[in-house]
C-alpha cells in the first residue's frame, strides 16, 4: 500500500474529485492555481519524494510535467493522469513496477471510473514478470530484459525461471520452473543477459577494527562483491557486535548505502548455536569467537550464504532466510 502519494489538480471541480480521492487513498493534495505555484518546481519536487504521483487534468500537461524527470523503470514513480469528471483513469509510467496499474484501479473505484490498462501483458491476461518481481520483493537487477522475456510470453512462447527455491502454486501460462532460463531468482551472479531478480533479505554481517573510515569499507566491500559474485541489491540490513555502533565510519557507510544498523551484545552473539569461523584473537578482543557471521545469521533470522571474507582490518559475511516465493502476480 502506498505511503507518499501526491495530488494535483487545475480546476476547481478537479480540485474537489483530488480532495476525495486523496481521502480515500491518502497523501496530499495540491492547486495548480494557487498563487505563485511552479508546475516544473512541484513535479521535480515530488518525482523523487512521492511513491506516485496523480495528475486530475489534461494528459498532455501531465507529460509535459513528467517529462524532463524520467530515469528507468526501476526508479520512476507511479504516475497517472485522470480526467476532471473521473471517467477515465489512464497509468502512464511505472504501471507495474510501481504499481501504477493497480492503483489506477483503486482510483477508478473510489470514483466510479474505469481504468485504463495499456500495459500489454495485463491486456492479453498474461504472466507479467515485472509485476511478479514487485509482488515476491524482489529487486530487479537489469530492467533492460524485461521486454525480452515479455516479448517471449506476448508472442506464445514459453519462458524459463531459474530458482534455488521452491516457488508455491502452479506456474502461470507460458512459465516454467528450470536450472537455466529467461530470468533467474538468485543472490548470486549469472549472465547479463537473463533477467535478474533478486530477495532483498541479505544482512551484511561486519566485523572491524577501531577507527575504520567509510572509505576503508567501502572499498573491501567492493572487492568482497567482487570476490564472492553477490548481488549488493540483496542487502537490506547491517549487524555488528555493540561495542562497534559508535564507529563513526561503519555508521557513515551504512548511511551512504541506506542501510539500518543492528548490534548485538556479546552474550546474544555467542549464544547463537552453529559452527562459525571462530579466531581466537576476535575471542579475546571483544568476547566472542566471530561478529560478522554471528551476527548477520541473527539479525537475518536465516543462515549463511557468503561466510567470513577478510581483508584490511575488516571482516564480511552475508546471511539471509530463505525467500518464501509463490506465483502470485
Partial sequence: MMKRIAYISFTERGKKLAEKLCAGTGGTTEDARSEGFSLPAWTEQVFTSSEALIFV??????????????????????VICL????????????????????LAQEIAHLCGGTPVITTATDVNHLFAVD??????????I??????????????GEEITVSCSWPVAGEPPELVALGSTGDAAVTFHRVSEDVLTLVPHTAVLG???????????????????????GFYPEAICAV???????????????????GWP????????????????????FVRQTVGVDNVCERSSVLASGGSLIENKFACGGVTFALAAPVPVLDWRF
Avoid at 494528459?59 to 510535467?65: K, L, P
Fill in 57 to 78: 487534468g489534461a494528459a498532455g500537461i501531465c507529460v509535459r510535467a513528467v517529462a524532463p524527470f524520467l530515469k528507468n523503470k526501476t526508479e520512476d514513480p507511479a
Fill in 83 to 102: 480526467d476532471e469528471a473521473g471517467q477515465f483513469v489512464i497509468p502512464l509510467l511505472s504501471g507495474h513496477l510501481g504499481g501504477a496499474n493497480a
Fill in 131 to 140: 509485476l511478479w518481481a514487485k509482488q515476491q520483493q524482489l529487486q530487479v
Fill in 142 to 155: 537489469n530492467p533492460q530484459c524485461i521486454k525480452a522475456v515479455s516479448s517471449k510470453i506476448l508472442a
Fill in 206 to 228: 561486519v566485523g572491524c577494527r577501531k577507527g575504520i573510515t567509510e572509505e576503508q569499507l567501502e572499498d573491501v566491500f567492493q572487492l568482497f562483491c567482487d570476490k564472492r
Fill in 239 to 257: 549487524s555488528t557486535i555493540d561495542r562497534k555502533s559508535r564507529e563513526s565510519g561503519l555508521r557513515a557507510f551504512c548511511k551512504t548505502h
Fill in 261 to 280: 544498523l543492528r548490534c548485538f551484545s556479546t552474550e546474544e552473539l555467542d549464544a547463537l548455536p552453529g559452527e562459525y569461523s571462530a579466531s581466537d
